[in-house]
């Protein structure tokens, strides 16, 4: 068994240090008030006991939580207060300085949480851990002076979540819709240099990747961006290539025009390979000021093209794109492995998804790329125009933001609807299990502490807005002056932006499976039990339309894609409730509304009933469905990408790409157990480290690629396949 310091840093359990501890202030009382030493020796084996039930490592103050409660079952009171004082005595010693152990361990590389708490950030590398010394300051001051003390502790207890506290003293968003048009359309300016509007399509992706950079390097979520935005470039690049390929043949005194335009045509083509390659290469390459890959996704919607020609070029960029996602990149090895960036979401519509409509040639290349990369993922046009529909009753289909969070429809003051340049100002979770346990099962009171901490969460949020409120353009003029979001004046603020529905501010949860069957005793499922799942998802819809209508902030329901957060809750709940069987005996909470991984439900019949929930999630959602290796099934992935098209908005297929480095075994790498910790594992060689692996697994939404902490790799391991 494992303990986690308060640095951070793994240490094997060690219970003499607990026996040690009581017998300190055991000494400290008067005889007849004292602990025997075989009352000291159940103490200590109780407390091992139970952190071994727990199978996680467990963290030091955990264990002290374990010590006093049972220093008090053995009715030794004095005891217990001569423990209690010693643990408050050294908490203020250690509050005199928060960050200094927690940058050290970062440095030294042996911070445990840290190393597992974003899956696409290496910890090792000196500029993640640059961003993350920056982030333990930020986190201080936020904690210290920028929020409230209840809302802190809060957040401490597992009540909420306050998103992104390592980038709040900042004055930083969370995602937005990169408007790429704008920029490469009219110009923009990167680093002090004017960048004017490209004369051909393999310049557009240069100037695209630079954008995307410069954009994630001024916020801290996800970015989206559209090929649509690109097309037009394929037909510059057309005419001039053939132009060229006319004055060549004029020399030689040849003008034979279709030779002319087929010569042109290859030639459109491979520059078309080589601008694709730059925008797939340098995504992956790149790294932003955050010490990552940036974090973008790239859409695919043939029904943005404005003219049926733009379709068509629209088409060959889609195309190339999914050939190269196909082949994937290669790893240090020279091997051909999947990459997590950039997520691709392709847009199933009328077009292209029955065999024999004029692009269906795409989306059975869109699903071989699934089954091999796990991407690309689907957006149904068909249920998105039903879903998104603005104040004129006309719906819309577009792409999320980074991986699930999806702009509310908003039409500017010229009466048209506006996507891109927009962004979500941060989100703040609830803890949907612990308003369940909080009430004992009791309806009446799970819905008036339901609102109690909906109410801390619309003060959380609203600390989130005021943080950005007055925020100058110069502070990111990627962002807010040359078109990536806006074009406001130097010195303007950006408070105009956060008003009226231009962007959104997010309410998340998560946990509706474990809340809905500790308050009903089933799965959310389950007949009898879904209204109540479903009440619960109306109920926040409600309190976001008030907020909204008090504050003029598009306040919106999201789903949050709790990754680190998801253990720290299973944690939060483990102390505070206990271990309950089919609620907190796992080491993870359910994200969103999602069916609970180890439920056996077949892919059609899961998709069908979250695609209900999904509706409720406005602000952003994503369901899945589990599969093995469907390579040799491409009807098969066809078969849940038409399903999805018919009946829910947005979803992807959880395919394995793993690589082992030592004996170049290319399957599925598995999870194992050894001394309470879950490890990965070839099963060829048994290599376990994991420098010399490529393991991708669906995080929450996106591939994550540098591993995860042990509560999400808990999920993963539980995962049971839908198909």
């Given at each position: 068994m494992?303990i986690?310091?308060?640095n951070g840093?793994?240490?094997?359990?060690?219970?003499?240090?607990?026996?040690?501890?009581?017998?300190?202030?055991?000494?400290?009382?008067?005889?007849?008030?004292?602990?025997?030493?075989?009352?000291?020796?159940?103490?200590?084996?109780?407390?091992?006991?139970?952190?071994?039930?727990?199978?996680?490592?467990?963290?030091?103050?955990?264990?002290?939580?374990?010590?006093?409660?049972?220093?008090?079952?053995?009715?030794?009171?004095?005891?217990?207060?001569?423990?209690?004082?010693?643990?408050?005595?050294?908490?203020?010693v250690?509050?005199?300085?928060?960050t200094?152990?927690?940058i050290?361990?970062?440095?030294?590389?042996?911070?445990?949480?840290?190393?597992?708490?974003?899956?696409?950030?290496?910890?090792?590398?000196?500029?993640?851990?640059?961003?993350?010394?920056?982030?333990?300051?930020?986190?201080?001051?936020?904690?210290?002076?920028?929020?409230?003390?209840?809302?802190?502790?809060?957040?401490?207890?597992?009540?909420?979540?306050?998103?992104?506290?390592?980038?709040?003293?900042?004055?930083?968003?969370?995602?937005?819709?990169?408007?790429?048009?704008?920029?490469?359309?009219?110009?923009?300016?990167?680093?002090?240099?004017?960048?004017?509007?490209?004369?051909?399509?393999?310049?557009?992706?240069?100037?695209?990747?630079?954008?995307?950079?410069?954009?994630?390097?001024?916020?801290?979520?996800?970015?989206?961006?559209?090929?649509?935005?690109?097309?037009?470039?394929v037909?510059?690049?057309?005419?001039?290539?053939?132009?060229?390929?006319?004055?060549?043949?004029?020399?030689?005194?040849?003008?034979?025009?279709?030779?002319?335009?087929?010569?042109?045509?290859?030639?459109?083509?491979?520059?078309?390979?080589?601008?694709?390659?730059?925008?797939?290469?340098?995504?992956?390459?790149?790294?932003?000021?955050?010490?990552?890959?940036?974090?973008?996704?790239?859409f695919?919607?043939?029904?943005?093209?404005?003219?049926?020609?733009?379709?068509?070029?629209?088409?060959?960029?889609?195309?190339e794109?999914?050939?190269q996602?196909?082949q994937g990149?290669?790893?240090?090895?020279?091997?051909?492995?999947?990459?997590?960036?950039?997520?691709?979401?392709?847009?199933?519509?009328?077009?292209?998804?029955?065999?024999?409509?004029?692009?269906?040639?795409?989306?059975?290349?869109?699903?071989?790329?699934?089954?091999?990369?796990?991407?690309?993922?689907?957006?149904?046009?068909?249920?998105?125009?039903?879903?998104?529909?603005?104040?004129?009753?006309?719906g819309?289909?577009?792409?999320?933001?980074?991986?699930?969070?999806?702009?509310?429809?908003?039409?500017?003051?010229?009466?048209?609807?506006?996507?891109?340049?927009?962004?979500n100002?941060?989100?703040?979770?609830?803890?949907?299990?612990?308003?369940?346990?909080?009430?004992?099962?009791?309806?009446?009171?799970?819905?008036?502490?339901?609102?109690?901490?909906?109410?801390?969460?619309?003060?959380?949020?609203?600390?989130?807005?005021?943080?950005?409120?007055g925020?100058?353009?110069?502070?990111?003029?990627?962002?807010?002056?040359?078109?990536?979001?806006?074009?406001?004046?130097?010195?303007?603020?950006?408070?105009?932006?956060?008003y009226?529905?231009?962007?959104?501010?997010?309410?998340?949860y998560?946990?509706?499976?474990?809340?809905?069957?500790?308050?009903?005793?089933?799965?959310?499922?389950?007949?009898?039990?879904?209204?109540?799942?479903?009440?619960?998802?109306?109920?926040?819809?409600?309190k976001?339309?008030?907020?909204?209508?008090?504050?003029?902030?598009?306040?919106?329901?999201?789903?949050?894609?709790?990754?680190?957060?998801?253990?720290?809750?299973?944690?939060?709940?483990?102390?505070?409730?206990?271990?309950?069987?089919?609620?907190t005996?796992?080491?993870?909470?359910?994200?969103?509304?999602?069916?609970?991984v180890?439920?056996?439900?077949?892919?059609?019949?899961?998709?069908?009933?979250?695609?209900?929930?999904?509706?409720?999630?406005?602000?952003?959602?994503?369901?899945?469905?589990?599969?093995?290796?469907?390579?040799?099934?491409?009807?098969?992935?066809?078969a849940?990408?038409?399903?999805?098209?018919?009946?829910?908005?947005?979803?992807?297929?959880?395919?394995?790409?793993?690589?082992?480095?030592?004996c170049?075994?290319?399957?599925?790498?598995?999870?194992?157990?050894?001394?309470g910790?879950?490890?990965?594992?070839c099963?060829?060689?048994?290599?376990?480290?994991?420098?010399?692996?490529?393991?991708?697994?669906?995080?929450?939404?996106?591939?994550?690629?540098?591993?995860?902490?042990?509560?999400?790799?808990?999920?993963?391991?539980?995962?049971?396949?839908?198909?």
């Amino acid at each position: 068994m494992k303990i986690i310091k308060r640095n951070g840093t793994e240490v094997s359990f060690d219970v003499e240090k607990i026996i040690n501890a009581v017998k300190k202030a055991n000494n400290e009382v008067s005889d007849e008030n004292r602990l025997s030493e075989a009352q000291i020796k159940l103490i200590a084996d109780k407390v091992t006991a139970h952190a071994n039930d727990l199978n996680r490592s467990v963290h030091v103050e955990e264990i002290q939580d374990f010590v006093e409660n049972q220093i008090m079952d053995q009715k030794a009171f004095a005891v217990a207060r001569k423990y209690i004082t010693y643990r408050y005595t050294r908490t203020l010693v250690r509050r005199a300085n928060t960050t200094d152990a927690q940058i050290l361990t970062l440095i030294e590389c042996n911070n445990e949480e840290v190393k597992q708490e974003n899956s696409n950030k290496n910890p090792t590398v000196n500029s993640v851990q640059r961003d993350y010394m920056a982030g333990e300051v930020s986190k201080d001051l936020t904690r210290r002076i920028l929020l409230p003390p209840d809302i802190v502790a809060a957040h401490d207890e597992g009540l909420i979540h306050f998103h992104d506290a390592d980038y709040f003293a900042q004055h930083m968003h969370n995602c937005d819709l990169v408007n790429l048009e704008d920029m490469l359309q009219n110009g923009t300016v990167i680093s002090g240099t004017f960048i004017e509007k490209p004369h051909s399509f393999s310049t557009a992706c240069n100037i695209a990747t630079q954008i995307i950079a410069q954009v994630a390097s001024n916020q801290y979520g996800g970015q989206s961006i559209s090929l649509t935005h690109l097309a037009p470039f394929v037909d510059i690049s057309r005419q001039k290539i053939r132009k060229d390929v006319a004055e060549e043949f004029a020399s030689v005194g040849v003008s034979d025009e279709a030779q002319i335009a087929a010569i042109a045509e290859k030639r459109l083509r491979d520059e078309i390979k080589k601008g694709i390659q730059t925008i797939q290469y340098q995504v992956v390459t790149l790294l932003t000021t955050n010490g990552q890959a940036p974090f973008v996704t790239v859409f695919m919607y043939l029904g943005e093209a404005r003219s049926e020609a733009e379709r068509a070029d629209l088409a060959l960029i889609i195309e190339e794109t999914l050939k190269q996602r196909i082949q994937g990149v290669k790893n240090e090895s020279g091997v051909w492995v999947t990459p997590a960036f950039p997520k691709l979401i392709y847009v199933l519509e009328e077009d292209n998804i029955r065999e024999g409509s004029k692009y269906w040639y795409l989306t059975e290349l869109a699903a071989k790329c699934t089954a091999k990369r796990m991407v690309p993922d689907y957006i149904s046009e068909k249920k998105m125009l039903e879903y998104k529909i603005d104040k004129n009753g006309e719906g819309h289909c577009y792409t999320c933001m980074g991986c699930r969070s999806f702009l509310t429809p908003y039409v500017d003051e010229n009466g048209k609807p506006k996507y891109y340049g927009r962004f979500n100002q941060g989100v703040v979770t609830i803890n949907l299990v612990d308003v369940a346990l909080s009430s004992g099962g009791d309806e009446k009171k799970f819905w008036d502490i339901f609102d109690e901490r909906l109410e801390l969460c619309y003060r959380a949020l609203m600390y989130r807005h005021n943080r950005l409120k007055g925020t100058l353009s110069d502070a990111a003029p990627i962002l807010w002056q040359y078109g990536a979001l806006a074009r406001l004046k130097k010195g303007e603020t950006i408070d105009k932006l956060l008003y009226g529905g231009y962007s959104t501010i997010s309410l998340g949860y998560a946990g509706l499976y474990e809340c809905v069957k500790y308050m009903t005793g089933k799965s959310h499922t389950d007949p009898e039990a879904k209204p109540f799942a479903l009440s619960v998802m109306q109920h926040m819809n409600d309190k976001c339309k008030e907020w909204k209508a008090k504050e003029n902030i598009d306040f919106s329901l999201y789903g949050t894609p709790l990754e680190s957060t998801t253990y720290k809750f299973a944690k939060c709940l483990q102390k505070r409730f206990g271990i309950i069987p089919g609620v907190t005996d796992k080491n993870y909470i359910t994200n969103s509304y999602h069916v609970h991984v180890t439920e056996q439900i077949d892919a059609f019949t899961k998709l069908k009933f979250e695609s209900d929930f999904q509706q409720l999630s406005p602000g952003g959602a994503i369901s899945y469905v589990e599969v093995p290796n469907m390579q040799n099934n491409i009807p098969a992935v066809l078969a849940v990408m038409q399903y999805i098209y018919d009946n829910i908005m947005y979803a992807e297929l959880n395919t394995k790409s793993d690589y082992c480095q030592v004996c170049g075994y290319d399957g599925e790498i598995q999870i194992v157990e050894e001394d309470g910790k879950l490890l990965w594992e070839c099963p060829h060689c048994h290599n376990r480290d994991q420098n010399k692996m490529n393991v991708a697994r669906r995080t929450c939404g996106y591939i994550g690629t540098q591993f995860w902490n042990q509560g999400r790799t808990q999920e993963i391991k539980d995962r049971v396949l839908h198909l």
